[in-house]
């Protein structure tokens, strides 16, 4: 499928636009998720698609925003059908491993890891350990992805996304770690982080959603919304009070790129996905050879592996 065809594809749900706000940043350090490094004890995601590490397109060369905004969506929903496709991968090796009466040391070890990775306390093994973990080992709504990617990047073009494909503003403090804002205030020790591909930068997004106590909100919205499909990024952004110093008028944003974009286009699409979720069905998207098979539609269909 050409580019021409994919940024037509993604035309269909542009109703009407919003400006791409500010940059804002978290206020707290986002997690280190790397989906090339699993923990030994853990049953290995299969590997990523190449594809899945290709740069940042250039997007200023895009003059018309119609344009600009259909590349955008374009290239990054496929990315986030990846990510959280590996991620209802996981989730559904935790759902074989509730119930079990005698869990073997390696399964021991793959809890311990992910509760240690998505900060969650309480016995491992006991049933209020599983429903935390299941809580927190979930999928965020494609529409909240997009808004505030566009949002916190510019449209893939602030200098963050081109020179470290972060799109979402994410914070580090480790020293090298990541680009120093150029109006950092005096005393501050955070860094913008850097990550390997805009990909990556997804896959950061979401655990930080998923493990921050900034986020309890979006996660208890998330879990009382999740047989209502499709989950709602415009409901869940209720959640993201605190990513932003701007609060409840950063909100606001974030929803009213979701609307004038009609992003909740994407969310229905991915409830689609998210009806048959069998084994083999979420193997195939999460080792898809094209990402133009995981763009609106094709995940209905047949799927490579």
């Not at 609060?247 to 009806?275: C, H, K, P, T, W």
Request: glycine share 6%; aromatic share 10%.
């Amino acid at each position: 499928m050409s580019s021409g065809t994919k940024a037509l594809m993604l035309m269909v749900p542009l109703l009407a636009f919003a400006v791409g706000g500010g940059f804002y940043s978290p206020y707290d350090e986002m997690g280190g998720f790397n989906d090339r490094k699993q923990h030994s004890s853990q049953p290995p995601l299969p590997a990523l698609p190449t594809w899945a590490n290709a740069d940042l397109p250039d997007f200023s060369q895009y003059n018309d925003i119609t344009e600009k905004k259909a590349a955008f969506f374009s290239f990054l929903y496929p990315r986030i059908v990846l990510a959280n496709s590996r991620i209802l991968m996981e989730r559904h090796y935790l759902e074989t491993l509730v119930g079990k009466s005698d869990l073997s040391s390696k399964e021991q070890r793959w809890l311990a890891n992910q509760a240690d990775r998505l900060r969650v306390k309480g016995e491992p093994g006991s049933h209020q350990f599983f429903q935390q973990l299941k809580h927190r080992l979930d999928v965020i709504p494609p529409s909240l992805i997009l808004a505030q990617a566009a949002n916190e990047s510019a449209w893939g073009t602030s200098r963050f996304a081109t020179a470290g494909f972060n799109l979402f503003g994410q914070w580090c403090f480790s020293r090298g770690c990541g680009l120093i804002p150029k109006q950092r205030k005096e005393g501050a020790r955070h860094e913008v982080a850097t990550f390997d591909s805009p990909y990556r930068s997804v896959r950061a997004y979401i655990e930080n959603l998923n493990r921050h106590h900034s986020y309890g909100t979006l996660r208890k919205l998330r879990a009382d919304n999740r047989q209502d499909l499709p989950l709602s990024g415009f409901e869940l952004a209720a959640g993201l009070v605190g990513y932003s110093e701007r609060g409840e008028a950063y909100i606001n944003e974030i929803r009213s790129i979701i609307q004038y974009n009609n992003l909740s286009f994407y969310d229905q699409d991915f409830s689609r996905v998210m009806q048959n979720l069998s084994p083999d069905r979420l193997l195939s998207m999460a080792t898809s050879i094209s990402e133009s098979n995981l763009l609106p539609g094709q995940t209905t269909t047949k799927t490579e592996s």
